[in-house]
C-alpha cells in the first residue's frame, strides 16, 4: 500500500467517524444533551407583543435570575398556576427576578395572548413563540413548564406541571437565587409569622411534575 493509498485510507475513516458523530448528536441530542437540572439553559427566540413587535432572546436576560414558563392561553393547568407567578413577580421583581411566560399558541394569536394578560392582570413580560421551537430546545413534555434560571445560565429548577409559585417553599428558591433575606410567611393554622430558609439551589428542588397538570 502506498502512502498515498494510506492517507485515503485515513481519511476516509476520519469522515465515517465523522458522520457518525453528527448522526448521534443530530438523532439523541436528548439523550446526550437533557435540559435538566445544573445544565446551561440553552437559548431560544421569541417575539413581544408590542407594536412594532421586538425578537428576545436568553441572552437579553443574562447575569438576570429568570422564571421562564412555556404556557399556551389554551392550557387551563396555566390558568390555574398564572396568579401566583404574577403575585410571585410582584413579591421579587423589584428585587431583580426577571420573569418571561413564553406562549406557544400558534401564529396570529397575538390578540388572545393580550386578552389573557389582562384578564389575569399580568405585569410580567409575556413573549409568542409560533413556532413552538421552545418545545423541543428545552425538551418539554407538555404546558406549563417552569426553568429556573441562576444568574450563571445555569438551570436551578425544573418545574413540570403548574405549581403554586407564591408559596413559601418557592419563595425561598426565588430568594436565595436573588441573594435577598429569607421570605416569611404565615404559619398555616396560626397568625405567627416566620422565617422561611432560603434552599440551596441545586440540592433538594428537582423536577416536580404536578398531578393532573397535563
Known amino acids: ?118 384578564q389575569f392582570g399580568l405585569s410580567f413580560e409575556i413573549l409568542h413563540d409560533a413556532s413552538g421551537d421552545i418545545q423541543r430546545i428545552y425538551q418539554t413534555t407538555g404546558v406549563p413548564e417552569t426553568f429556573v434560571i441562576g444568574r450563571d445560565g445555569i438551570i436551578r429548577r425544573k418545574q413540570i406541571g403548574a405549581t403554586d409559585w407564591s408559596s413559601p417553599a418557592n419563595r425561598a428558591v426565588i430568594a436565595r437565587l436573588l441573594g435577598v433575606p429569607g421570605d416569611t410567611a404565615a404559619i398555616p393554622g396560626g397568625d405567627t409569622a416566620r422565617t422561611v430558609p432560603a434552599m440551596a439551589p441545586a440540592s433538594g428542588v428537582g423536577a416536580t411534575p404536578a398531578p393532573g397538570a397535563r
Open 1 to 118: 500500500m502506498t502512502v498515498r493509498q494510506q492517507w485515503t485510507l485515513v481519511l476516509g475513516v476520519v469522515a465515517v467517524l465523522a458522520l457518525a458523530l453528527w448522526t448521534a448528536t443530530h438523532f439523541l441530542r436528548d439523550e446526550l444533551f437533557p435540559v435538566t437540572i445544573g445544565s446551561e439553559a440553552p437559548d431560544f427566540t421569541a417575539r413581544t407583543l408590542g407594536t412594532p413587535a421586538t425578537t428576545k432572546t436568553l441572552d437579553d436576560y443574562r447575569g438576570e435570575v429568570v422564571l421562564l414558563n412555556v404556557w399556551a392561553t389554551w392550557c387551563a393547568p396555566c390558568r390555574e398556576e398564572m396568579p401566583s407567578i404574577e403575585a410571585l413577580h410582584r413579591r421579587y421583581g423589584p428585587r431583580g427576578l426577571k420573569v418571561v411566560a413564553v406562549s406557544i399558541d400558534e401564529p396570529g394569536s397575538e390578540d388572545a395572548i393580550r386578552d389573557f394578560a389582562r
